[in-house]
């Protein structure tokens, strides 16, 4: 009795001053407006100096700071030295970029927030089925597909291939682990796809050696009769080939692997065929470049992203799967502190699936919220229109390499990834890779633009990969004019 007395000692984290912290939020607003709108006058990126970088450094601050100083010291210390992917001009390695609207869908969210993934019926899981479901119908999967939303194309593979590997198995795996397996499981990708797919293999417990990377052709895709030769090899060895995993867009040129012809070996082979989509899945949503993945839709998992091309906050992504059951069956767990069904009132009589009976973890921010919002808001003919936009930006910068004598294009654009470099005929391979470094290094750091820098053949070229709603073409005018001037201050 005495302990609970004195109540006036009991604390919260809610604020003391409700007047001054909505002040507060309505600066951050403001603010937060202002930097989106004129982002292009700024710097892409600019890393912290030491002595910012010292600010973060020390002990867990015992005592409370005034919520202005702490707003004071984000907009000093943080705000200008992040990565920069929102700016316009920021096309390094494959990065969204944000939307406005997306942003206040991260503060709703946060406002109630709302677990996402137990209990059946609340508005926040609704809003992620109804997203999956938009997602399912714009890419083309059948009715009954299921699917759930994750935090990247990394989780969203690692779940495609868990189901992948549980079905494919031939007997009950979940009970009985991998070394059951009486014949080793082999899955095949290109040489091409990206690192996300071997350490979905590894966790998973296949085994990196499991995954075979099939070579690829001129274009850089999957070479299908070296896949077939691999395959029949494995079986011939005694392997149990279980899954072919192809690119709709892979990260270093935009490569989209014949996914036809793997959805058919698939079916002649009875393998699973898992799509890692992460970006170029939405080409399927451009009126004029869905037909470059085709076959996609033919999948029994696709991993696609929506914090890249749908150009949304950091992070979100999705998992689709073809069969319901398989996918249930792989994940799902219900353990009597986690009965379904809390608090319906018996209002269907059946056992309403969680969305956690479909990934690996329970409690998830409500992540869906952004996507649903940021898409009523623009509607997808507007976003197949941004993706169509980018597509052809993508093939405009080609135009403007393949005119200028300076520069020299790696390979045909596919999709939306232009890889280039500065050329000056004469000068060695290995010079003109350090000279395309340094031109790379001094975009970014002169805060001029954010290519990244790949290696295509054994050479280094810029990397240009257009996945962002705010470039315009003037952008990649710039582009040019800055790398021919920098190479040839350093030749
Ligand atoms: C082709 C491809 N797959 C998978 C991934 C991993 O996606 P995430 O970073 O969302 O986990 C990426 C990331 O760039 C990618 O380009």
């Not at 290094?441 to 996945?467: C, D, F, M, N």
């Amino acid at each position: 009795m005495k302990k609970n007395a004195d109540k006036s000692r009991e604390e919260t984290l809610d604020p003391e001053d409700w007047e001054a912290m909505r002040a507060l939020g309505h600066r951050m607003v403001d603010d937060t407006m202002d930097y989106i709108r004129t982002i292009r006058d700024r710097p892409v990126w600019q890393h912290a100096p030491p002595e910012v970088k010292a600010r973060f450094e020390g002990p867990p601050p015992a005592g409370p700071e005034c919520p202005d100083e702490v707003y004071r010291e984000y907009i000093r210390s943080i705000l200008p030295y992040q990565v920069g992917n929102s700016h316009p001009r920021f096309w390094g390695w494959v990065a969204g970029c944000g939307t406005v609207m997306g942003t206040y869908a991260e503060m709703l969210a946060a406002s109630t927030d709302a677990v996402s993934g137990s209990f059946a019926y609340m508005s926040n899981n609704y809003v992620e089925m109804q997203v999956v479901d938009w997602c399912r119908t714009l890419l083309g999967f059948p009715l009954g597909t299921s699917g759930l939303i994750t935090s990247g194309c990394s989780s969203s593979t690692l779940i495609g291939l868990a189901v992948a590997r549980n079905t494919m198995a031939g007997y009950d795996l979940r009970a009985e682990g991998m070394h059951v397996s009486g014949k080793q499981m082999t899955l095949y990708c290109s040489d091409e796809a990206h690192s996300s797919v071997q350490k979905a293999v590894e966790l998973l417990g296949f085994g990196n050696n499991a995954l075979r990377r099939v070579p690829v052709n001129d274009s850089l895709q999957i070479d299908i009769p070296a896949l077939r030769e691999m395959i029949a090899a494995d079986r011939a060895r005694g392997c149990h080939p279980v899954c072919i995993i192809g690119a709709a867009g892979t990260t270093n040129t935009g490569a989209i692997d014949d996914l036809n012809a793997l959805a058919d070996i698939c079916a002649e082979e009875r393998c699973w065929f898992h799509v890692d989509g992460a970006f170029g899945a939405w080409a399927a949503i451009a009126p004029e470049y869905r037909h470059l993945v085709s076959g996609m839709e033919r999948a029994d998992s696709l991993a696609f992203d929506l914090h890249k091309w749908m150009y949304l906050a950091y992070p979100i992504a999705c998992v689709l799967v073809r069969d319901a059951a398989h996918h249930r069956n792989a994940f799902s767990l219900t353990p009597t502190y986690l009965a379904h069904g809390e608090g319906d009132r018996g209002l269907t009589g059946v056992d309403v699936p969680w969305l956690s009976d479909y990934g690996f973890e329970l409690s998830r921010g409500f992540l869906a919220l952004k996507a649903w919002m940021t898409i009523k808001e623009q509607g997808t003919e507007k976003y197949g229109r941004l993706i169509q936009q980018n597509i052809d930006q993508a093939h405009y910068l080609e135009n403007l390499v393949q005119e200028a004598p300076q520069l020299e294009l790696a390979l045909p654009v596919s999709l939306n990834i232009v890889n280039f470099r500065y050329m000056r005929p004469g000068l060695a391979e290995a010079r003109l890779d350090d000279i395309n470094k340094q031109i790379e290094t001094e975009l970014q750091e002169q805060g001029i633009a954010v290519p990244s820098i790949v290696s295509i053949h054994g050479r280094k070229y810029l990397h240009v990969a257009v996945t962002n709603h705010r470039s315009r073409r003037e952008d990649f005018e710039l582009l040019v004019r800055e790398v021919i001037r920098i190479g040839n201050k350093l030749v």
